[in-house]
């Protein structure tokens, strides 16, 4: 058999079979980075992909909104439900990030990129907002 008819059934038997994109492996190096405290650290390592370094968003194959003087931070719970369980494009991070990392996020976010939210969100707020982590099926 001709190799470049061999390639191309082997490409179109791999197209028959989607992986699904999970959101249990997020941020730009696409794995659990649970050595991550610091607000900071989770930003640049998991939110920073999309919400760019600056906290300005973008726009491509979808509206990625911006941190940056973003007045729907206001109240901490709104974006730790959206942290929590995704909203649009952005997927779930409860079960990925823990409670710890999502509140030290949320409060870095909420004190940078223009925001000067002064009050905190802590672990148990967020261990409050929880729902069940989301489970993937196959």
């Not at 061999?6 to 794995?31: K, N, Q, T, Y």
Request: glycine share 12%.
């Amino acid at each position: 058999m001709n190799s470049h008819i061999l390639r191309a059934l082997v490409i179109a038997g791999l197209a028959a079979f989607p992986v699904a994109a999970l959101a249990d492996s997020p941020g730009a190096g696409g794995e659990r980075k649970s050595d991550m405290q610091s607000g900071a650290e989770v930003y640049r390592h998991v939110c920073q992909a999309c919400h760019m370094a600056d906290g300005k968003g973008g726009k491509g194959a979808a509206v990625i909104p911006a941190l940056a003087g973003n007045p729907k931070l206001a109240i901490s719970a709104y974006p730790a439900g959206v942290v929590l369980n995704g909203f649009g494009a952005m997927p779930w991070f409860n079960g990925t990030l823990s409670p710890e990392q999502i509140a030290n996020v949320i409060n870095y976010v909420r004190t940078h990129f223009g925001n000067s939210y002064a009050d905190t969100l802590s672990a148990d707020d967020v261990k409050a907002m929880a729902g069940p982590v989301p489970h993937v099926t196959h």
